[in-house]
């Protein structure tokens, strides 16, 4: 890619922009941006990845645009930007050079970019139908890392199952509670329990903690218990369907990622944001 003369298209920069979005909450995509240099954006509210879209254009759209995309994108996945997590960033590196290798490009994991001989030409053995499906709902990354290559070979059945199982584990860690299913979702999720979403004060705050409980548990009760009892061929699910459920669990993921973790016991709290 010749940064001087070509520029990337806007199906490209949506594609970054979604990972971005899913990397970052708002506030941290108003740092990111200060990070890259470019502190005028903050931003405004809006749905995460169509505000860094329109960000993203007005950069390219300046002085110097692609070279700052470029810039953005080794910012992004540098390896700084991801000390305790070293699975995401993987999957950050491999979801980015899946857009930048049609320009010549590939980012390295220590964040510097290399010029490849060749663009490539056509979609990778990855870009099934199956595998447009799944990325175009980009999903949480711990879904990605469960289930992607079990719906991409069209096992929808253990692609949700899996995520469930996932989800569970990732409840049951954050939370510090031994039990599982709709015990563990209940007893983490309740007004008593150690994850909160929100301070608990006003009947709003109240009912969106609740919400999310039940949502929990219903998503246990719905997929984990029935699997667990019920032999495959009798419990099936097709790819529409499969495709619903993961998106529910990447939302619940997301819910959980902004919980806090707070000790009944002392006044110590820990984890997401709340």
């Given amino acids: 890619m010749n940064l001087e003369k070509e520029t990337f298209t806007s ?31 903050v931003h405004d509210g809006a749905t995460k990845w169509r505000f860094v879209k ?14 700052n995309i470029v ?31 049609f320009y010549g490009l590939r980012i390295n994991t220590d964040g510097t970019i290399t ?10 053995e990855k870009d099934s139908e199956d595998a447009k499906l799944f990325a175009s709902r980009t999903l949480h990354h711990e879904i990605v890392k469960h289930s992607k290559v079990l719906f991409v070979e069209g096992n929808y059945f253990h692609a949700v199952f899996e995520s469930c199982k996932a989800f569970d584990k990732y409840v049951k860690e954050k939370s510090c509670i031994d039990k599982h299913g709709t015990d563990l979702m209940s007893a983490a999720l309740s007004l008593k329990g150690p994850l909160k979403l929100n301070k ?15 949502l929990c548990m ?11 009892h019920e032999p495959k061929l009798d419990w099936n699910i097709n ?6 459920i993961l998106s529910l669990i990447s939302f619940l993921y997301r819910r959980i990622d902004k919980t806090i973790y707070f000790d009944m016991t002392s006044t110590n709290s820990r984890g997401g944001k709340a």
Avoid: W
Wanted: proline share 3%.
């Fill in 11 to 41: 199906s490209a920069l949506e594609q970054i922009s979604k990972i971005i979005g899913d990397r970052y909450t708002g506030s941290e995509i108003t740092s990111f941006f200060e990070k890259c240099g470019f502190p005028e954006y």
């Fill in 54 to 67: 329109r960000v993203l254009h007005q950069i390219q759209n300046s002085t110097y645009g692609s070279y």
């Fill in 71 to 101: 810039k953005i994108i080794k910012i992004l996945c540098s390896p700084e930007e991801f000390y305790t997590n070293a699975e995401l960033h993987r999957d950050i590196i491999n979801s980015v050079n899946e857009v930048i290798e």
């Fill in 115 to 124: 010029y490849l001989r060749e663009k490539r030409s056509k979609p990778s």
């Fill in 200 to 214: 608990q004060i006003t009947e709003t705050e109240k009912n969106e903690q609740e919400g999310l409980m039940h």
């Fill in 218 to 228: 219903g998503l246990m009760r719905a997929i984990r218990n029935p699997e667990s």
């Fill in 239 to 244: 790819r529409e369907d499969a495709l619903d």
